[in-house]
């Protein structure tokens, strides 16, 4: 072990890597409505160590896998963050910035909740080299990794490409949570799999996905564009997946009423846990449909309820799609070369 608690890089086993670029203290209000230019009485307050890659990793251990967080952190906020990781056990390590990482708030209002996000602190070229250089040598012992979350100012938009293309080297299957030029760069290197949720989808295709054929058609365009399979989540709605030359609607059989902040990290999780055990993809996307729905029934991104999940698993479905042609959107002939 090494003292910040992360496990030595000796030899491969079945780690999955969570990397988090841009962390937050995340700061919960709970107020009874949230109504604009008005001040509110807030009834409980909670801070706490979050953002995509922290919420991925805390999911993957409630599954049992063994991960490791790799990030970059700054300033009090990034002590309190190092902090909380370290009296909870998940093993993490960071490069330290100057700046001070972000923090994000939250609003519960009944069945809502509204979420500001700051930017984050800026990264010199000298700490992106030195995050690079860390992942370099612990990817090296990783199966899996998931790539997810925003980045702070400073970071490359190639910065998840460049990633993906170091865990390629290492053996290492990987997943992409991101939207953008982060997105866009990131296949071009070929993840293993896309979880993009419909908004941050849009943009490939230019402009809203609402329908599920709409979400079927920009899945598609992320292989396509070289991930090797897609997942594309629509909140309450569930999700889609290709893989395999297959389309798939998947869906809890409820709604979950709650929080859904971190319902699609939980997605993200269960897909590594799945890319992990090499359990078959229906099985893995039935479980990623109860857990990121049972995720919702908690109050804070970053756990799900047991209980709920396995309520809600035999009722899930995962329903193969028959798609048209034009569901593919005229995707180019493969033929041989004439002899």
Same mark, same amino acid.
């Given at each position: ?19 988090? +670029?841009?962390? $937050? ?24 160590? =979050? =953002? ?53 708030? *939250?609003?519960?209002?009944?069945? *809502? ?10 990264? &010199? ?10 992942? $370099? ?27 993906? &293309? ?7 299957? &990987?997943?992409?949570? !991101? ?10 290197? $070929?993840? &293993?799999? !896309? ?8 943009? +490939? +295709? ?40 297959? !389309? ?19 997605? !993200?999780?269960? +897909?590594?846990? =799945? ?12 479980? =990623? ?51």
């Amino acid at each position: 072990m090494t003292a910040d608690g992360a496990p030595q890089t000796r030899k491969r086993r079945d780690l999955i890597i969570s990397v988090s +670029l841009n962390p $937050a203290l995340d700061i919960t209000y709970v107020v009874p409505e949230l109504v604009p230019d008005t001040s509110h009485r807030v009834t409980s307050v909670v801070s706490r160590a =979050g =953002g995509k890659g922290l919420n991925v990793a805390r999911v993957l251990r409630q599954l049992g896998a063994d991960t490791l967080v790799l990030g970059l952190l700054g300033g009090a906020a990034g002590e309190h963050i190092q902090a909380e990781l370290a009296t909870a056990g998940l093993p993490a390590q960071f490069t330290h910035l100057s700046g001070e990482t972000r923090r994000t708030v *939250t609003v519960l209002a009944q069945d *809502t909740a509204t979420v500001l996000n700051e930017p984050g602190p800026h990264v &010199t070229a000298a700490q992106w080299a030195a995050f690079r250089d860390v992942f $370099a040598e612990r990817v090296r012992a990783a199966r899996v990794v998931v790539l997810s979350g925003s980045r702070p100012p400073g970071v490359p938009d190639t910065a998840y490409a460049d990633l993906v &293309t170091m865990a390629q080297v290492a053996g290492a299957e &990987t997943i992409v949570d !991101a939207e953008g030029s982060a997105l866009r760069h990131a296949l071009a290197a $070929a993840p &293993t799999l !896309a979880k993009p949720n419909a908004h941050e989808a849009a943009d +490939l +295709l230019g402009r809203p996905v609402r329908s599920r054929d709409e979400a079927v058609a920009v899945a598609h365009r992320l292989v396509r564009s070289g991930a090797s399979a897609s997942v594309v989540s629509r909140g309450a709605d569930g999700f889609v997946a290709v893989t395999g030359g297959a !389309a798939y609607n998947v869906r809890a059989p409820e709604r979950v009423a709650g929080n859904p902040t971190g319902a699609g990290d939980a997605l !993200a999780a269960v +897909l590594a846990y =799945g890319l992990l055990t090499r359990a078959p993809w229906p099985d893995v996307l039935a479980r =990623g449909a109860a857990v990121s729905a049972a995720a919702v029934a908690c109050p804070w991104a970053g756990e799900y309820d047991d209980d709920v999940a396995s309520r809600l698993l035999p009722g899930t479905t995962v329903e193969k799609l028959q798609e048209h042609r034009a569901d593919r959107e005229q995707e180019p002939c493969r033929t041989s070369p004439p002899r």
